[in-house]
């Protein structure tokens, strides 16, 4: 079956500096990826999404990586700042989240 | 800017009681979806509605869940009778299309205490 993973459960960096957070999925049937932020006590947030036929994918301050060899999505922050301190999920189409990082970004 | 709005926020309830909860997606929007997530979880899809169908509920516990929207706008959530391990948040999305390229939009859900 399907299943979305994220391989760091828990993530420190210092404000200014980049972070990158990263999932592994099985199912490549996958259409699109998405990027969440869930704050305490809030609901997930759209970050960013990435479709399947494409392997980058740049925002505001956040790029998204896919590599369909390896399965592998990544989440990159730039100039990470203290309001980027959240609960990062990623999601292959509707149904699959993994456990989620949990950033933290010291001042 | 558009939302999801969830009621109640908060909600404890003794265990073998009824529960309910409810869902208005933004405007518009066809598609809902009904995720749990436990405590340290990741959300677990429960039930997709599209308009006034459900498409998809199978990680439903169908026993004692049960999810309706009538008119294809609003939605219901319920639980009967809670258990213990239904405390959770419980939370309610919404998207344009089954397929939103922009990921869905979700509520900030209400968190359920069975004790």
């Known amino acids: 079956g399907e299943s979305v993973g994220l391989h760091l459960p828990t993530l420190s960096v210092q404000e200014g500096d980049n972070s990158i957070i990263n999932c592994a999925y099985s199912?490549?049937?996958?259409?699109?990826f998405i990027w969440y932020k869930q704050e305490s006590g809030k609901g997930p947030q759209f970050i960013i999404d990435?479709?399947?036929?494409?392997d980058k994918r740049q925002g505001q301050r956040v790029t998204v990586l896919l590599n369909k060899t390896v399965k592998h999505l990544s989440l990159q922050i730039a100039a990470t700042q203290p309001g980027d301190s959240a609960v990062y999920f990623c999601?292959?189409?509707?149904?699959?989240f993994g456990a989620g990082t949990r950033l933290f970004v010291k001042a | 800017e558009a939302e999801v709005a969830q009621s109640p926020r908060y909600k404890i309830t003794e265990k073998s009681q009824a529960v309910a909860f409810w869902c208005d997606p933004i405007?518009?929007?066809?598609?809902l979806y009904w995720y749990r997530q436990i405590l340290g979880q990741g959300p677990e899809l429960l039930v997709q509605?599209?308009?006034?169908?459900?498409?998809?509920d199978s990680q439903l516990p169908k026993d004692r869940f049960s999810a309706e929207r009538l008119k294809g706008v609003d939605s219901t959530l319920k639980i009967q009778p809670a258990e213990l391990g239904d405390s959770a948040m419980y939370l309610c999305?919404?998207?344009?299309?089954?397929?939103?390229?922009?990921?869905?939009?979700f509520g900030s859900g209400t968190r359920l205490t069975v004790v």
């Open positions: 999305a919404s998207s344009f299309a089954p397929t939103a390229s922009y990921g869905y939009t």
């Open positions: 199912n490549s049937a996958s259409d699109y």
């Open positions: 990435i479709r399947s036929n494409m």
């Open positions: 999601a292959a189409g509707k149904t699959i």
């Open positions: 405007s518009g929007h066809a598609t």
């Open positions: 509605f599209q308009d006034e169908s459900v498409v998809d």
